[in-house]
Structures are given as structure tokens and as C-alpha cells.
């Protein structure tokens, strides 16, 4: 049963820097497309950052050079570096993956097969 699991969340002020990393089992993330989305309240939760098999990487424009996605295919572990916080990046992360290595930052967050529970990032003023 693939499972990812997410860490690194929590508290930060704008202008600071927090590491997320999401571990992947029973999935190689060699193969895969692997994705951070993130979810304000009330919001949809959108993509903002993809990798895929050969790691070609992919950002949206708010993130684009604050945020860097990468990962360890021999831990299975995806990361994602932010830099420079801002207030309006306070969301609930979440990794995803697409086996199939096909997915890119505008696909449909239902067409992804798996996900993490997520984790907490807080920036305050």
C-alpha cells in the first residue's frame, strides 16, 4: 500500500525559511511525478510545485524563486525548500504522486493517485 507522509511543517515569521519533506513507501520516486499542493481554509488546494521522473520541475508564479522542489530517489523522500515566506503562503501542505509520471502543476488534484495527510505551514507578520 503506497503511503506519503509529510514533515516539516509549522510556525514561522515572513521572511524566514522552512524545509518540508514528504517520504514515500512502497512507491519509487524514480518513476514517478511528484507533486506540493497547498490548501487555504475555505479554499481549493492547488499545485504549486512538481517534479517529475527525470526531475524536470515546475512552479507557480508565486512560488517561483522562493520555493525549490527536489528529491532523494534513493530515500524516496520529496523535498520542498521555502524560502522568503510571505503571510499568504500560511496553508496546509500536501504531497502527491502520480505513478504513471504524467502528471504536470495544472492537473486535476483527483487525477493524482496518492497523497499525504498533509502538514500545517504558518507565517505570521
Known amino acids: 500500500q503506497v503511503r506519503l507522509m509529510e514533515h516539516g511543517g509549522g510556525s514561522v515569521q515572513a521572511g524566514g525559511s522552512l524545509r518540508l519533506s514528504c517520504t514515500a513507501s512502497e512507491l519509487s520516486a524514480s518513476i514517478a511525478t511528484m507533486g506540493w499542493f497547498r490548501q487555504i481554509s475555505g479554499e481549493e488546494r492547488v499545485g504549486i510545485a512538481v517534479?517529475?521522473?527525470?526531475?524536470?520541475?515546475t512552479y507557480e508564479d508565486s512560488v517561483k524563486g522562493r520555493f525549490t522542489i527536489s528529491k532523494d530517489n534513493a530515500k524516496n523522500t520529496l523535498y520542498l525548500e521555502m524560502n522568503n515566506l510571505k503571510q499568504e503562503d500560511t496553508a496546509m501542505y500536501f504531497c502527491?504522486?502520480?505513478?504513471?509520471?504524467?502528471?504536470?502543476?495544472?492537473?486535476?488534484?483527483?487525477?493524482?493517485?496518492?497523497w499525504g495527510q498533509g502538514t500545517q505551514v504558518t507565517v505570521s507578520s
Open positions: 517534479i517529475d521522473a527525470d526531475g524536470y520541475t
Open positions: 502527491a504522486a502520480d505513478p504513471s509520471d504524467g502528471a504536470t502543476l495544472h492537473t486535476p488534484t483527483f487525477q493524482w493517485d496518492y
